[in-house]
């Protein structure tokens, strides 16, 4: 008989799949207008902290061996560091953003621009509201769609007809956590952690229903935006505010490793906010968690 690592209650190996991310440098970053309540026009912001610990970031995922792709920092929008909500980037398809408000209304046409010179794919655009990867995220062969806040549920939809793909929505309910990625961060093609309390009844069953193995962040780690993460499958680039969820993940097999984005936090953003995947179509090369 052949023993598994579920007979053993060891935790699954995990495997880390090399990635390509796209990040705008902080240049011109500030808090200048408040669109969500993390946002306080009247605390100061420190670009270069901001431009230093973003630095640290694009580091970390260097030495993990990802690509780190540069998109052009625009002045006057001082957002545009949540690459995030640049686009959603799947299987070789670009879907270019469509912000919620006007003052970051431009970088919409910026991403698309950019996605286009770069060759990531065919460029779609939709005619709905919709924040790329802020509110899109991929799981394996799904997506899993946020509304209630910025993106409307007519771009789940859009979204869906242009990859192909199931998206499955889901309704958050919080205003603290008004992207999908600061509710539920995706950790492989089959694993999410989320916080049940930031989606609505129906749409918290999320274990239940689709993922078995998901963790469940408390609120106290959602509530530094501790599920505002960057996973490729082993390390799971995070804050270095949630402990307790730092500790899960690592009884699930997983490698956190923590960053301070504290001034990015002014913003509303942490960890994935500044991050876009882009998703090629050819296949990465994978590496192993060390069997221990
Ligand atoms: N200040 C930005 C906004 O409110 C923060 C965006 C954070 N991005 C994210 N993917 N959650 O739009």
Redesign the pocket.
Known sequence: MTLTSADIGAPPVREARLRTYAMTPPVHFTVSYA??P??DSSVPVDTDLALSQWHTLRSVYESLGHTVHLVDPAPGLP?MV?A??GGLSVGGTVVAAR???PE?AAEGDLYAEWFARNGFGSVHRTTGIQ????DFLVVGARILAGTGF?TRRSAHDEVAAITGRPVITLELVDPRF??L??ALGVLDDRTIAYHPAAFSARSRRLRDELFPDAIIATDADAAVLGL?LVSDGLDVVMTDRAPHLEAELREAGFRPVTVDLSELLK???RV??CTLELQEIRSCPTRSSPTV
């Open positions: 669109i969500n993390w946002m957002d949540y995030a909500n912000l919620a408000f970051r924040e790329g990867e802020g910025r008004y992207h990625d600061t505002n913003g509303g953003g994935k906010c």
